[in-house]
């Protein structure tokens, strides 16, 4: 599950590779890495056009699994002799989000696949925790990974997560912020190609790394899409040397 990735371009690299009708960020920073519930660039499809904007990242969480969450807080209060008002306690239940989505056959899913709600990510790299290379006492470091590219496009080349964002969504993200309205965005995850298989053997984000792919991501009807969750050819993604502090997080 990659809950860490970097953006280290500029809004003209992103739309030269992708058609871009609105831009609403102002100023993108240089080098912007993302965590979760951290807020991100995004290319999405909008009405009327294609918007490159920062949003949130972390779709909202399932039914039920917040009913889950909920069920558990009241079982605690109620044992210390609370009363729950069990309706009340789940619309306040925090959602810290979801940031990947891997099985895109859930309902929970599937009502924000279509092209509407369909979103591409920049990133240069993104990091896998790395328990081997964890030295004794101290924290797992991360692996980064980045396009290998060509000659011509750089040492880290723009590639793209294949994501879905969904606009306006009431929930608690947080408790001390209360209930809020925002957009939310999160990105597809497949099987693990060959490079990262040994660092993180469950999951790898779905990356698209040609304008033909982004077309196809956010304008095919998703019988056409739904082939692009599958995982980067092994000599497409290399792992990049990183400084203590980086491979850290």
């Not at 605690?76 to 940031?99: N, Y």
């Not at 879905?164 to 969504?169: E, M």
Request: net charge neutral.
């Amino acid at each position: 599950m990659c809950n860490l990735y970097n953006v280290t371009t500029n809004q003209q690299a992103i739309r030269q590779f992708v058609s871009i009708t609105h831009d609403i960020i102002g100023n993108m920073e240089p080098s912007i890495d993302v965590w979760p519930d951290r807020m991100g660039p995004v290319v999405r499809n909008i009405d009327g056009g294609r918007q490159l904007a920062m949003v949130r990242w972390g779709m909202p969480s399932s039914k039920q699994a917040l009913f889950v969450n909920a069920k558990k807080r009241a079982d605690k209060l109620r044992a210390k002799g609370s009363e729950v008002d069990f309706d009340e306690l789940l619309r306040m239940e925090p959602d810290g989000g979801t940031t990947n989505i891997r099985k895109t056959d859930s309902k929970h899913w599937t009502r924000w696949l279509g092209i509407e709600n369909r979103c591409v990510v920049p990133v240069t790299r993104f990091a896998e925790p790395n328990p081997k290379s964890k030295v004794e006492g101290g924290r797992v470091p991360n692996a980064w990974f980045a396009s290998t590219g060509s000659a011509s496009t750089g040492d880290e080349p723009l590639m793209f997560f294949a994501g879905a964002w969904v606009p306006q969504w009431t929930s608690v993200r947080k408790i001390k912020e209360g209930l809020i309205t925002a957009d939310y965005y999160a990105f597809l995850t497949t099987e693990p190609n060959g490079v990262v298989g040994p660092v993180h053997e469950k999951a790898m984000p779905v990356i698209l790394t040609t304008p033909e792919e982004v077309e196809t991501w956010l304008t095919a009807p998703w019988e056409e899409a739904r082939a692009l969750q599958r995982p980067l050819l092994d000599d497409q993604l290399k792992i990049v040397p990183v400084n203590n502090d980086e491979a850290a997080g």
